[in-house]
């Protein structure tokens, strides 16, 4: 593959809601450039960007993968985002690498959420965008409806630049509004052919093209002058506003066609040569200066010394760890030694290659605003960057979602614990999206991700790329016992059955303690009724019971206990039998001091279209919580809450489910609340189970 100048690329990041046809899209693109010489279906798992086992089986991406082609004499660089709320950390990565955000919209169903989604993500984030109004081969599609709902929606910025020739059955071909190139199917050579615009479409056309010019006007003082005064633009002008207005987001291309048919691949071609952003016009980079910490705008400039940013990582057992970076500066040079600038170490480049799908091409060099790859790095993570001695600031950092759905992972055969943690480690590290923890209540490894897809692929991954089968279960509530009133109980453990007998004695009394979860031993024996040398052994049996309440066996806190008297015998004493004395004092002692149990109470903090509050808030009653307050956020609701953790486990899931993947929360522990009558017997009975299991 030949070297592009930063003129010459075209980074276009292809989002949108699950379905919406972006695989095809790229598929076809692929396709028709001669890239590739099979069109492949993502149903059969053979297009090129739902190569991974994954994807195959779920028919969905789940994976963000770059797709360069070459068309006269520009390389384009498609990068296949998936569109389930999953793999959002996908999208984010995804869309770091994109000069421009191409959304895809199904002409049949229109705006949906993962539109909207997309929509607000980009315009958050400022990132040039242009939509394509896919499937208009279908019965039910409508070119019009889609368009007018994306103004309606998303404001005057949506300017067709194309527009469909037939539509449904009959859909066969495509105008470039701007240049009144027409592009029509003929079955008879079974091609794409170039013609004029049909007669019944000219007045649609000169619409479209007056919507362009009034949005390309609008873009500076100087063309909207020249608007009012001449009542037109010339097509250059027409053709730098629109770039210009892509380039600040201003204005959004509308494109449209088929990509199952292939039909307006070319049309879509020649508009993204000619209307997208080149890297070196998009807004600068935001960096920080390593020596102050202070904020740098980097433009893409293939004249300065080399930077880039990683802003993705593939894990693959065999063939390691593939970093995949986008040059912001100067080139990447195949076999060089670069910075790390965020761990201030060398990293050698080695083999440097372009990804297609998973197929590898490689590079000797990459110039500024071109997309590479290379293998096995060793301190690289994705996020950092790469660059030359000279260069002295470092990318800022990509912002991931908090993961919120946790899921305990079961090894399936006994011994596969060493490759389950190596596996997840591995993955950890593809996926910032997805975090492990460790339960050591339990002893059990949690995995926390974005959703129960993304955990159910995670599973799925351990066992196809590292061999080892889980089974993902609900984390177990970390429950709590105490007590709630005072007992001054003896315990006394006397045996005399021939030989050495035993003999302790104490006298104990338990109360609960406020300022503080541990237990407190407080020694307030007097005249020597428990010797010095056996008190440390009595503590030490009460801090051994206090692993195990005496309701439900769970951890017991905020518990005192005084020991304030007892008996020995000078031949009998001994430091085990006071600690058996100990744990009957316990035992008594907590069951007639009122024993609870606590459950965990999180803080949540939920946001959501003020539509969705009703619903969130009955939602948030059900599960015994208590909505401590709302407030407005960003144009959005804000709920307060406190929730039972036992009862937040599926809320990802939950609250998908009622906003329609709308809402989003954050989760922390408050603090331990007794747990109520109802639920009490419920607990008891489960652990019960529990242990009669084991
Ligand atoms: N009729 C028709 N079907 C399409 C078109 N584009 C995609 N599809 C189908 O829509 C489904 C989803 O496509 P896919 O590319 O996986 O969508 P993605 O989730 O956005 O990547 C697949 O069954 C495609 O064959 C199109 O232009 N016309
Ligand atoms: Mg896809």
Redesign the pocket.
Known sequence: MKVYKTKNLRNVG?I????????????AVLFHTKTIDRFG???DGT?V??YDGEEKKR???ISTSIAPCEWENTKINLI?I???FDFQGEMIEGLRASDVAMI?V??VSGIKVGTEKAWDYVNENKLPRAFYI?????ENSSFSKVLSGLKEKFGISAVPIQYPIGSEAEFKGIVNVISRRARIFNPKSNEMELGDVPEELISSVDECKNMIVEAVAETSEELLNKYFEEGTLSDQEIYDGLIKGCSTGEIAPVMC?????GIGIETLLEDIVECFPSPDMTAPQKADSIADGSEILVKVDETAPFSAIVFKTIADPFVGKLSIFKVITGKALSDAVVNNANKDKQEKLGNMFVLRGKQQINVKELTAGDIGAVAKLQYTVTGDTLCDSRVNYKFQEMVFPNPTLSRSVMPLSKGDEDKISSGLNKLLEEDPTFKISRDVENAETIITGVGKSHLDVIASKLKIKFGAEVKLESPKVPYRETIKKVSDVQGKHKKQSGGHGQYGDVWVKFEPRHDGDEMEFVDQVVGGTVPRQYIPAVEKGLKDCVKHGVLAGYPVIRLRAILHDGSYHPVDSSEMAFKIAASLAYKKGLETASPILLEPIMHAEIIVPNEYMGDVIGDINKKRGKVLGMEPFKGLEKVIAEVPQSEMFEYATDLRSITQARGEFTIHFERYEEVPGVEVDKIIANSKKLKEEE
């Open positions: 292809v949108g809601h699950s379905g919406s046809g972006k695989t095809t899209l790229t598929e279906k993502v149903e297009t960007s739902d028919q969905i991406s296949d998936p569109g389930y895809t199904s002409g896919n499937k208009l081969d279908r066609g088929s990509a199952l048919k």
